[in-house]
């Protein structure tokens, strides 16, 4: 079940990333540091919940394996907050970068405070009111993907808008599930462009609007993968849509911005500047 | 349009996460970080796509003016990897913290390699192929959510089975989104329960099944948000479900944990070890 080939490149060097939570967190932030590294490859491996000496003293004793096997000693991201537990982690012949506490030890200095030193902390806990708002902003979110389900829609906290497969949906999921956000999203289809007006049950709603919009000939691919040689999928089809859906959000006075290049988190990230929903969730 | 209400406790002290990208790794590290003080409130302000030195200027007069105004300096998370960038921001007053260079030095020195320095690296880029998985897997997800669709079940990497609100959606669409995973879900349900069988659509996939259970107090609980007062929600239905599905996982030799007190993250976690898909997709 190897779902991403690994790439034939040899690895340069073992990464543990070793968490008494899940480590997630810190595996996001592994990537990003070595992704400073560019055309290394390495290989990662997560060691969650991590939580007592005794799994400690299992995964020291596999840093080590690795350390034998690769002749060279692994990078460990730890974020372990125990120091007893991390002090047996560090027994290991591996290259620590402890992430926590590199940043926790100055900030205690600057705020005059110490911290609770607690484990597993650094992720929503389930049943906070944080979290049950995600949870809600995911079941909202997908209640009224792709236009279904209008009862409700009122709640939404930001309605995307565009052609079919422009991005509305993973958009739409990433914001409720990264912060929370209810988004719905409706597609912009030939029938709008025929009577030359927005969908009539997202009109009471226009300053909830936000367009997504992407390059005919992107669009032509994906839609290609979906529905090889459709009409649907023609560059012709792609050019009529995605300029009728721009005129429309002009003449309408929605913002916009293009996907054809960027990802899930850029397109969310410029959503939330836009509408102005940025910082206001802590 | 504010949604999740201001505490009425003062905030501590006022954190930017300043970032050539997205800067929600950095955010998101940023909170792990901070959970650590436990009680305190921080006010935090995410500055994405700083990419310019006139960008740059303009971040470093808003940290002045949290400084004037909080009477105390801001902390800054910054990943800025561009020198002259990041060098105009320090001209602020603020606490800053640097992400990626306080790691990246130090492995350049163990690999004996430079960083490439680049900016906007640290998330998946759009077109890549690994990013195009993603995306392909939340279309999955999507498409087999809530057991519809069975059609290309099959190529599922997980299937996930369990009584109706026991966490499978979230579960499902989160793994899709962080990891590229098709994860498809089917309901469990009191049909099943009386034909004392899995659905038939799922049985040829044993070996990809995975079951998410729930304390029956918190799956009514759950379940009256969603439908008041009904007999779905019923403390006795939940038990008579969850015990049944349990027996029925049991029998089946299907493994499973309890969602009751997990989050998303945690509960992804689990599956992902315990179905062995866990760093596999490096």
């Given at each position: 079940?190897?779902?991403?080939?690994?790439?034939t490149?040899?690895y340069i060097?073992?990464?543990?990333?070793v968490s008494d939570g899940t480590?997630i967190?810190?595996e996001t932030?592994?990537?990003?540091?070595?992704a400073?590294?560019?055309?290394?490859?390495?290989k990662h491996?997560?060691?969650?919940?991590?939580?007592?000496?005794?799994k400690a003293?299992?995964?020291?004793?596999?840093i080590?394996?690795t350390f034998?096997a690769?002749g060279?000693?692994?990078?460990?991201f730890?974020?372990?907050?125990?120091?007893?537990i991390?002090?047996?982690?560090?027994?290991a012949?591996?290259m620590f970068?402890e992430?926590?506490?590199?940043?926790?030890e100055p900030?205690e200095?600057?705020?005059?405070?110490?911290?609770?030193h607690s484990?597993?902390?650094?992720?929503n806990?389930?049943n906070t009111?944080?979290?049950?708002?995600?949870i809600?902003?995911?079941?909202?979110?997908?209640?009224?993907?792709?236009g279904q389900?209008?009862k409700g829609i009122?709640?939404a906290?930001?309605?995307?808008?565009?052609v079919?497969?422009c991005?509305k949906?993973?958009?739409?999921l990433y914001l409720?599930m990264q912060?929370?956000?209810k988004?719905a999203?409706v597609?912009?289809?030939p029938d709008?462009?025929?009577?030359d007006s927005?969908p009539?049950n997202i009109l009471p709603?226009?300053s909830?609007l936000?367009?997504?919009?992407?390059?005919?000939e992107?669009?032509?691919e994906?839609r290609?993968?979906?529905?090889?040689d459709s009409?649907?999928a023609?560059l012709?089809?792609?050019?009529?849509?995605?300029?009728?859906?721009?005129?429309?959000?002009?003449?309408?006075g929605?913002?916009?911005?293009?996907t054809t290049t960027?990802?899930?988190?850029?397109?969310?990230?410029?959503?939330?500047?836009?509408?102005?929903?940025?910082g206001?969730f802590y």
């Amino acid at each position: 079940m190897s779902l991403h080939p690994a790439s034939t490149q040899p690895y340069i060097r073992t990464v543990y990333v070793v968490s008494d939570g899940t480590g997630i967190t810190a595996e996001t932030f592994a990537h990003s540091v070595l992704a400073q590294f560019e055309g290394l490859r390495f290989k990662h491996i997560r060691l969650p919940f991590i939580d007592s000496v005794d799994k400690a003293a299992d995964v020291a004793a596999r840093i080590d394996q690795t350390f034998e096997a690769d002749g060279k000693r692994p990078i460990v991201f730890s974020t372990l907050v125990n120091s007893e537990i991390n002090t047996r982690v560090r027994q290991a012949n591996g290259m620590f970068l402890e992430l926590f506490s590199t940043f926790v030890e100055p900030i205690e200095a600057e705020l005059g405070f110490k911290s609770s030193h607690s484990i597993g902390r650094s992720h929503n806990v389930a049943n906070t009111e944080q979290y049950q708002n995600r949870i809600e902003a995911i079941n909202f979110s997908l209640a009224h993907d792709d236009g279904q389900y209008a009862k409700g829609i009122e709640n939404a906290d930001v309605i995307l808008v565009g052609v079919s497969r422009c991005g509305k949906t993973p958009t739409s999921l990433y914001l409720a599930m990264q912060y929370g956000i209810k988004a719905a999203n409706v597609p912009l289809i030939p029938d709008d462009f025929e009577r030359d007006s927005l969908p009539s049950n997202i009109l009471p709603y226009k300053s909830k609007l936000f367009g997504l919009t992407i390059q005919p000939e992107r669009l032509s691919e994906v839609r290609h993968e979906r529905r090889p040689d459709s009409r649907y999928a023609s560059l012709e089809q792609c050019r009529y849509e995605v300029s009728e859906a721009e005129k429309l959000m002009r003449r309408e006075g929605i913002r916009w911005l293009s996907t054809t290049t960027k990802s899930i988190e850029e397109i969310s990230t410029t959503v939330l500047q836009k509408i102005g929903l940025e910082g206001r969730f802590y």
